[in-house]
């Protein structure tokens, strides 16, 4: 069985030995899914599992005044859903597509199905959640103690993470609801960080110019969860 190449491809994926691929690859089927697509809302039977290869899906934290705030994001290092793997679950969160997504989906059942057979992808299960536990619970304490300056830092670096590219094309409202804050403390914000040299922001565009700057900005959290997952989850070569 022919294994997926390194390049642009999911971590979890790629890290499976040949057999275990082999039982999971004649289920996948590769997606392009555009930006701002809604993948589950709170109580959606999880019935399809995303591996990404490139891009970013959100999970928003819904409140029922309709206000929301970003928990985590998922990227080529994890997937979505992945909990499905283990028996039938319901999504706690919205799961929306935040930037042009390209990723490997396949049935819940059929990746249960695999997960019974295959050790190793029970402990990827077990790790990826752990990991994105400790992203959410994070991101908590980001979100309530530090300044909305460093966590759009922090927030940009996670993305930059996740994507092939410097620019990211970001509406001002799908960024003030992942910072939970007003569309004009995100255009304040941005153009403070413009002036600074480590951003170029234009209306729906942001440039990531100076990332060392930018990692100088941001709060400690990015690192925190930086290091969680790399502790985590396999390191591909």
């Known amino acids: 069985m022919q294994r997926p190449s390194t390049a642009l491809q999911n971590r979890l994926l790629v890290s499976l030995p040949a ?5 999971i690859s004649p289920h996948l089927t590769q997606v392009d899914l555009e930006r701002g697509r809604l993948l589950y809302d709170p109580g959606d039977s999880i019935d399809t ?30 997937a979505l859903g992945l909990t499905a793997a283990v028996s039938p679950r319901q999504s706690l969160s919205r799961a929306i597509v935040q930037t042009p997504l390209k990723a490997a989906r396949i049935g819940a059942a059929q ?22 536990f400790g992203h959410a619970i994070q991101s908590v304490a980001c979100n309530a103690l530090h300044s909305v300056e460093a966590r759009f830092c922090r927030w940009l670096l996670t993305c930059h993470d996740r994507i092939s590219s410097d620019t990211l094309a970001l509406t001002q409202e799908f960024l003030a609801d992942m910072l939970g804050v007003q569309r004009t403390t995100v255009t304040a914000v941005a153009r403070s960080l413009q002036e600074k040299g480590v951003i170029r922001y234009r209306r729906g565009v942001v440039d990531i110019i100076d990332r060392p700057g930018l990692e100088a900005l941001a709060c400690e959290c990015y690192g925190v969860i930086h290091r969680t997952y790399e502790r985590l989850l396999p390191k591909i070569n």
Do not use: C
């Open 111 to 132: 990746l249960h199905e695999t997960w019974e057979k295959s050790p190793r992808l029970r402990q990827l299960v077990d790790r990826h959640n752990e990991a994105l």
């Open 49 to 78: 599992v995303y591996f990404p290869h490139d891009g970013v899906i959100s999970l928003m934290t819904l409140m029922e005044s309709g206000a929301a705030i970003e928990s985590a994001t998922i990227g080529p290092e994890g």
């Open 19 to 23: 057999e275990d691929y082999g039982l």
